[in-house]
């Protein structure tokens, strides 16, 4: 059995849950929550970082490992190319959500809006979501541009980069801060992500007291 | 030619200098300053971050693509073992160092003490640069703990994960700013990293205005 610790609000471990549904995976699911995390996930990744994979008596951490080691493990269902230089292409794409949106717009919106909340009870700093928006406009710029050409981020096949993309995108687009109106091929490219199999359960996803943007599960938004 | 446009206080192109000396890959450098990018940069990568590999008109950008690039396309001196459990270990160090050290040490105390001397003009920020120094005893611990049952972090022989602890270990050691003496076993493997052919020129990297920690490029230390 593969189990994923993981936790609605993480970025990376919805990446990873699309990369499994991709892959057509069967995997059951155990929560932690980002900010009280219990002694043992510790144990199994020192990191402290979600999400954790356990198959088999073998323990995987870190978004980085769990990735490449699906993408290793299960060839039948690629999320990289063959080619060297389009693998690393995809690769750069998947760097650029992991960690300059990460960086940019998840630290500067989700952060606020619901880790704060639940780690320490503040309120969301108003100068710091401000940041947030405004680079989540130019990042949506460039996804606009990405998906102008091509059906998938890097291509006419959904590869790992989609995962990345839309994992970041949804938890911002639960918060309902996603001004899709103005990126007609990015708005195109997220309601393709929606409907595919591996993104129905996280279309269902819950953060307890938070209730989603009216649109989040809806196909057509 | 395979050209890497670098800095010598970026981790990340100090981390892929290892790597490809590791592989014995010959290779020119030309610096590009993090805090003062050329237009030409973010034409070659949009993200702005260094290092950008360059080879026969292929454009590699991002650490990430560029050291799986590398691991994949020469293959003869690989910097991850076979076994994929053990793959997925090395990764999860890999990520420890380029993600949480980077986080919590060096963005503490190198940007402090480098970046925003050139950026900004700005002197470094003592509860942030304490706040570092902190955390660089919890990483020592865990790197002391890492290398007292192994030759190098992973295991016997070097993989990229001593070549992401090394490349951002360098930069702070550069500063003086390492307690090496608390830390044995750290200090030993720290050593031998130094000793390798790989890190010869990274002993001569200077930094314009800051001058080198006496011990810097000494092997015994």
């Given at each position: 059995m593969v189990l994923l610790i993981h936790h609605s609000v993480s970025p990376f471990s919805r990446k990873v849950r699309?990369?499994?549904?991709?892959?057509?995976?069967?995997?059951?699911?155990?929560?932690?929550?980002?900010?009280?995390?219990?002694?043992?996930?510790?144990?199994?990744?020192p990191a402290g970082s979600l999400p954790v994979f356990l198959s088999d008596g073998n323990v995987i951490a870190g978004n980085y490992a769990i990735c490449e080691?699906?993408?290793?493990?299960?060839?039948?269902?690629?999320?990289?190319p063959q080619d060297l230089k389009q693998r690393a292409?995809?690769?750069?794409l998947v760097e650029?959500?992991?960690?300059?949106?990460?960086?940019?717009?998840?630290?500067?919106?989700?952060?606020e809006k619901i880790h704060k909340r639940f780690g320490s009870g503040l309120a969301p700093d108003s100068r710091i979501l401000k940041i947030g928006l405004n680079n989540l406009n130019f990042h949506l710029e460039?996804?606009?541009?990405?998906?102008?050409?091509?059906?998938?981020?890097?291509?006419e096949n959904l590869t790992l980069a989609d995962a990345a993309a839309a994992a970041q995108l949804s938890i911002i687009d639960?918060?309902?801060?996603?001004?899709?109106?103005?990126?007609?091929?990015?708005?195109?490219?997220?309601?393709?992500?929606?409907?595919r199999p591996s993104f129905k359960d996280i279309l269902k996803d819950s953060v307890k007291g938070i209730l989603p943007a009216k649109h989040y599960a809806n196909l057509d938004f």
């Open positions: 699309i990369a499994m549904g991709e892959k057509k995976m069967l995997f059951v699911l155990r929560e932690e929550e980002p900010w009280n995390l219990s002694a043992d996930m510790y144990k199994l990744n080691y699906l993408e290793e493990f299960n060839r039948e269902i690629p999320l990289l292409e995809v690769r750069r650029w959500f992991d960690d300059k949106f990460y960086k940019e717009v998840y630290r500067n919106i989700a952060y460039y996804l606009d541009w990405l998906t102008e050409r091509n059906n998938y981020l890097a291509g639960y918060l309902g801060d996603v001004p899709w109106e103005g990126y007609r091929n990015a708005k195109l490219w997220y309601s393709k992500m929606k409907s």
